[in-house]
């Protein structure tokens, strides 16, 4: 079972022992510089990128606003290709609804393909507590899930690990859940590679259920379609008798001709590669091939609450790609756990709070886990404006204090960490509506600023215990104008 992110104290606090951690920095910088320099490139081969990635933002933004009636268009399709829809409303929903499935079949193990929406519901805690072992098939996911560790990266979950220690973990724990590693395992690619599949092989074999997210769904045709480069994902959604989708209700897209614009984009934007490697697509059932049974769990999950927000609805345009964190200096130095989620870096700082509320600490202090640089949207191949969300969420904190969800509806209680900050706005509007007063504070602030401290007292000393403080200069701007231009103090 793999640790899960219930509990993980605010960001900067997370952030503060990550950056402390010399091999994770040296991991992370390794990996998000090489592909950061690989997408560059991809991406630059094509003279259509701009042409494509307003595309996919239109696209994005067309089926969000008509979202309900795409929803009922993918039923209609799903059920008559053969395939049983399912509406959850939260992680709880879903996840029993994927247990009752599971058990309805008489399975106690479940092969899984990579998918963001089960890890966000948490499902494989789920099946456990019902005793049904679900088994992660891709590579990262795998070193994941025998580490009992947590993902980092949307991609690439176990960024963070380098190749000696994904040779231990599989060395020491490989054997408790199938197959044991070589006992002459390296730390070479290939050596690690040939071990998880011999490892996986017959968990595919042997497995009668397949779980899955998906990247798309059509909903033109009911057709669902998953992107991955290992070929795990064709195993599990082929072999199995029952397939077992989970699928956040933002995922689709209305037809064939609007999946092709992301099949542009999404291999360039995340493992920089012209065109996917494994892009497998079905349609309900099909006689003498794949599963007998296929289901669908639509996944809301605090999304239609998004979607409710016109500022913070763009989140919901996201294909996953990761570019977002490849680029984002706060990403690389942080890493991907101290969000507190299974979605790190800027995009996690956007959806999360939005997902969760911002009624924890972690949430409400993932707006600010950001420098505002921008790299994030110039990267995004849906035109997310990541910054503008950021500054629009970090207002919801400021000014609502953390919401609270209560049932079905979002409180909002008052926010005692901003106080001290509410306080000197109201002091800062007073100050400049008295010219006379905020004159003579200036004057003042010169004559003793001898006598000023080095840090700020109370909450700013977190503040200035990085910084240093500006120095107060030993003439106001407005007496040094006088003097040296002449003009009169109202005047300019
Ligand atoms: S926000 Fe944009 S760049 Fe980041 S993962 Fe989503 S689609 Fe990719």
């Known amino acids: 079972m793999s640790a899960t992110f219930v509990g993980m104290p605010a960001f900067p606090e997370a952030a503060r022992e990550a950056v402390r951690n ?7 910088r390794h990996a998000t510089h090489t592909i950061r320099a690989k997408r560059a490139r991809a991406v630059g081969e094509l003279s259509d990128w701009a042409g494509l990635r307003e595309a996919g933002r239109r696209i ?4 969000l606003r008509h979202l309900d009636r795409y929803l009922e268009q993918l039923e209609e399709s799903v059920t008559a290709a053969g395939g049983t829809v399912h509406w959850a409303a939260d992680a709880e929903e879903a996840n029993r609804i994927v247990t009752e ?13 990579k998918s963001m929406a089960t890890q966000e519901i948490e499902l494989n805690e789920a099946l456990a507590a019902a005793g049904i072992r679900a088994y992660e098939t891709d590579l990262a996911e795998l070193i994941v899930q025998l580490g009992k560790d947590r993902p980092s990266h949307i991609l690439v979950p176990a960024i963070h690990r380098n190749r000696g220690e994904i040779r231990d973990i599989f060395a020491r724990e490989m054997r408790e859940w199938g197959r044991p590693a070589p006992e002459d395992l390296t730390d070479t690619p290939a050596d690690l590679a040939e071990a998880a599949r011999l490892h996986l092989r017959e968990k595919f074999l042997r497995a009668k259920v397949g779980i899955s997210g998906a990247n798309f769904m059509v909903a033109e045709t009911g057709t669902l379609v998953v992107v991955e480069s290992e070929g795990n994902g064709r195993m599990c959604l082929t072999l199995p008798e029952t397939l077992i989708s989970v699928v956040g209700i933002e995922k689709i897209v209305p037809t064939w001709r609007d999946l092709e614009v992301f099949l542009q984009t999404l291999p360039r934007s995340s493992t920089a ?28 999950n605090g999304r239609t609450d998004t979607l409710a927000d016109t500022v913070g609805r763009q989140a919901l345009r996201c294909i996953r790609c990761s570019a977002c964190l490849n680029v984002c200096p706060v990403y690389e130095r942080a890493g991907g756990h101290a969000y507190g989620s299974v979605y790190p870096g800027p995009i996690g700082a956007i959806l999360s709070p939005q997902l969760r509320g911002t009624g924890s600490e972690i949430d409400a202090s993932l707006p600010y886990a950001s420098s505002l640089c921008g790299a994030c949207y110039e990267v995004c191949p849906v035109a997310i404006d990541i910054p503008e969300v950021l500054v629009h969420l970090r207002e919801r904190v400021v000014e609502g204090g953390p919401a609270v969800r209560r049932g079905n509806k979002v409180l909002l209680k008052p926010a005692k960490g901003h106080a001290a900050e509410r306080a000197a706005m109201r002091a800062a509007r007073w100050a400049f509506a008295h010219p006379g007063a905020l004159r003579a504070g200036q004057r003042l602030a010169s004559r003793t600023r001898r006598l000023h401290p080095r840090t700020l007292p109370g909450p700013g000393r977190a503040w200035s215990g990085a910084r240093d403080l500006p120095a107060v200069p030993p003439e106001p701007f407005r007496d040094w104008w006088q003097r040296t231009r002449g003009g009169k103090d109202g005047d300019r």
């Open 101 to 113: 499935l599971v058990r309805a079949t008489g399975e106690s193990e479940v092969v899984k393909v």
């Open 22 to 28: 010399p091999t994770l920095r040296g991991n992370l």
């Open 60 to 63: 994005k933004d067309h089926t």
């Open 273 to 300: 590669e012209r065109m996917n490697p494994y892009t497998s697509m079905w349609t309900g059932t099909t006689d003498e091939d794949g599963p007998r049974a296929f289901h669908l769990v639509l996944l809301d």
